[in-house]
């Protein structure tokens, strides 16, 4: 009898706990903020900690994270956000390429995920920290990611140097942040120079992706509403030829495309998203 008026008091508890929660979320925009992140996180690192076991029998391969990029997508839309893909023709087809994203969010390890499903061979650069990030830390080792110490600046060109060879012989494709750290304005910081780097070095293209922004998130004033952004790919900017003479040149051809891109794909976005909202 007691037992079962204890599991009643539990029960009666933990509905009025989650309708709480739910009112909370429903009226105020900072709970909601920090629930739609907190699930975003631990599910982002429940979906690559449970894949670990069957990431063993091939240690370092990309194909390790394609089931979490596939739960990362899913992820996105259980928390409203609506990421459409353009430009799949522009694909770098046979052949390595330097693949830069403009960088907003921990939110954009989503557009890693589709981009992780729309190519093949993919890496990325992350700094060491990362790797100490328990299980998530471990998946990232397991899938291919090149950890760099950022203070250690000989270790990180010997890196980079070696990245640039893979992505010739192997054919790779790394995925990089231009900007250095993400942000949230109308139009993308200035480019360091790594990638680009990395590009000449190689002799691979660079295939230049632009994300719009993400009008739906406000990490100043806590809000994060549901809302769409396009991952638009453009064409691929040759780099056959170049020495480090033409890094300027380069640098700036790729922020005056991406750029470009970035405000037009937000506007349109935003005007869609208007024109939505006016039919309901």
Known sequence: MFKTVLCSIYSTSGIALLFLFVMLCALSESVRYRAKFTFFI???????????????????????????ARCVVTIAKIIG?????????NIVKDSGCVVL???????????????????????????KEILYLGPFGLACWLWGTLFIDRKNVG??????????????????RLLLFPEGHRHSGNSLLPFKKGAFHVAIESQMPIQPVVVSKYYFLDSKL????????????????????????DLPKLMQQAYEVMNKTFVESTTECLEEQIRSLKCE
């Open 222 to 245: 806590k809000r994060f509403h549901s809302g769409s952004s396009y991952i638009t790919v453009l064409p691929p900017i040759p780099t056959v030829g170049m020495t480090k003479d």
């Open 155 to 172: 270790e990180s060109c010997q890196i980079i140097n070696a990245t640039a060879e893979s992505i010739r012989l192997a054919k790779r």
């Open 42 to 68: 631990i599910a982002s690192a429940l979906a690559a900690g449970l894949w670990i076991p069957f990431m063993l029998f091939r240690i370092g391969s990309w194909k390790n994270a394609l089931v979490p």
């Open 81 to 89: 956000i609506n990421f459409r893909f353009r430009g799949k023709e």
């Open 101 to 127: 994203i403009n960088h907003q969010s921990s939110l954009d390890l989503c557009v890693l995920g589709e981009l992780w499903l729309a190519m093949d061979n993919c890496t990325v650069i992350s700094k």
